[in-house]
C-alpha cells in the first residue's frame, strides 16, 4: 500500500469535509462562535479601598465570595508578600495586577519590586500615572517611551509585564498629537496597555472609548471596567452612556485583554455593595 498517497487523500478528505463545514455556516455565527472568549474578572481594590484600611482579610474573602476571580493593588496596606499571598489563597483569589509607582521600577527598587509581585503571583506591573516630569511635553512622553521599554526588556525574562494605565490627559493634544499615541508608538510593543474607559471619556476626543481598543491590537493586557454616563453619575455598566457590547467584542476579539477588571470610585452606597451589582450585572452579560 502507498501509505504516502493514502495520507494525502485523508487530508484533502478531511479539508473538503471542514470546508464544507465552514461554509455551511455564516460569517455571523463564526464571530459570535469566537466571540464567546471567555476573560475573567477581576476588582481593582481601589473600589474598596475604606473597606480594606479597616479589615484586609474580610474584604478580600467577600470580593472572593462574590465570585471575582482576582484583584488587583493599589498599595498593600502595610502587609509584606508573604502575608498578602496568604491572605489572597485564603480567600481563593489570584493577583490580575498592581498599580506600581514609577520610582518602583527604577534600578534601585526594581529587584524589590519585581520579588514581591512574583511571590504574590502576580505578572503585571501597571504603572497608574505619571509625576509632571514625565510627561509635562511631547518630548518628555518620547524619553518615558524610551524609559519603558527599557524596564519591559528588564523584566521581560522573569515572565513579567509593564504596562501603562491612562486617566484623560492622555488623550488631550500635546505637541501636535495625543500623548497616548506618542507614548505608545515610540516605546516596544513589549510596553503594554490597560485601558481605563471611564478615565478616558473624561477627554475631548470623539470615540475615545473604542478607537483605543483598536489602534493597539493584541496589546491591551486589561480594561478597567468602569461606567461613565454624562447624565446620571451613579450609574453602572449597562445604564451609562458607553457601548458595551462593541467594547467586550473589540477586547474579546482585537485588543488581546487577558482581564475585565472592575473599578467603581463613587460611593453613593457602600463599596462593597457596587461591587457586587457590578459583577452581577457583568455575569447577566455573559461574562462570568
Sequence with gaps: ????????????????????????????????????????????????????EKDLPAVLNKVGKIGYKAVEFAGYYGRDAKTMRKLLDDAGLGCCGTHTQIDTLLPDKLERTVEYNKTIGNK???????????????????????????????????????????????????????????????????????FDIGNAMHAKTPGVA???LKKFPGRV?????????????????????????????????VSGVEWYIVEYELENEPPLISVEKLHKILCELGKC
Aim: aromatic fraction near 10%; glycine fraction near 6%.
Design 1 to 52: 500500500m502507498n501509505t504516502q498517497l493514502t495520507t494525502r487523500r485523508h487530508f484533502l478528505k478531511r479539508s473538503a469535509t471542514l470546508a464544507a463545514v465552514v461554509g455551511a455556516v455564516s460569517p455571523s455565527a463564526l464571530f459570535a462562535a469566537e466571540a464567546k472568549k471567555k476573560i475573567p474578572l477581576g476588582l481593582q481594590l481601589y473600589s474598596v479601598r475604606k473597606d480594606c
Design 124 to 194: 503585571y506591573l501597571i504603572v497608574p500615572g505619571l509625576p509632571e516630569k514625565y510627561r509635562k511635553t511631547k518630548e518628555d512622553w518620547e524619553k518615558t517611551a524610551d524609559l519603558f521599554t527599557e524596564i519591559a526588556a528588564k523584566v521581560k525574562p522573569q515572565g513579567m509585564v509593564v504596562g501603562y494605565h491612562n486617566h484623560s490627559a492622555e488623550f488631550e493634544p500635546l505637541g501636535g498629537e495625543l500623548p497616548w499615541n506618542t507614548f505608545f508608538n515610540r516605546a516596544s510593543s513589549d510596553v503594554k496597555i490597560q
Design 210 to 212: 473604542t478607537t483605543y
Design 221 to 253: 493586557v486589561s480594561i478597567h471596567a468602569k461606567p461613565h454616563s454624562k447624565s446620571n453619575p451613579n450609574a453602572l455598566i449597562g445604564n451609562d452612556d458607553l457601548p458595551w457590547n462593541e467594547i467586550f467584542n473589540l477586547c474579546e476579539n
